[in-house]
């Protein structure tokens, strides 16, 4: 794997996140296309846990359109940080909003989610145990926007912990006691379901 001081000559894929962001600030759009499609997977487990529920079409939109926010963003990145906490802090940010803006269609999708639905993949398992796609979403979507955010970054968008702190901006045994408590509930919320099916 390429380290970060790689000369321009390089395969863009080769390159690492350092160089292509220098590259994306200098206004070159396809350095910032190889950063989209390097971080686009997490971001977009990210963005549909954190939302809780909705269609994957949706997390398409909300990534999207916090990939264009990233970019305008750009001259504000810190040089030196990792770039994957700060992009899926936007990400998530972008997916709250989107949360905040659907209103009562929410209420209705946890019904559905709750009958069911289509398998996202397999990080919701790796980082709770078997239940369904649909389960999970319903109990993430009966979370607090705070602890869906934690357990979205920690476990879909795979940062570790200290990256978990940088993208929300708190100490790192911050993050280690939130997650335990996001996890705890969403425990809770997976019991309740399955209390009621």
Partial sequence: MAGAHEHDGNSPDDVHDDVLVARARRGDTAAFGVLVGR??????RTAFAVMGLGSESEAEDVTQEAFVKAFRALPRFREGLPLR???MQIVANEARN???SRGRRERLAVRAAAMGGHDTGSA????????SAGELRAALAGLEDRDRTVIALRYFAGLTEAETATALDVPAGTVKSRLSR?????R????????RS
């Fill in 39 to 44: 971080h686009q997977r997490a971001a977009l």
């Fill in 85 to 87: 906490p700060w992009l």
């Fill in 98 to 100: 989107r949360r905040r």
């Fill in 124 to 131: 919701e398992e790796l980082a709770l145990g078997a239940v």
């Fill in 182 to 186: 996001a996890l705890d509930r969403l």
């Fill in 188 to 195: 809770t919320q997976l019991g309740d379901a399955g209390e």
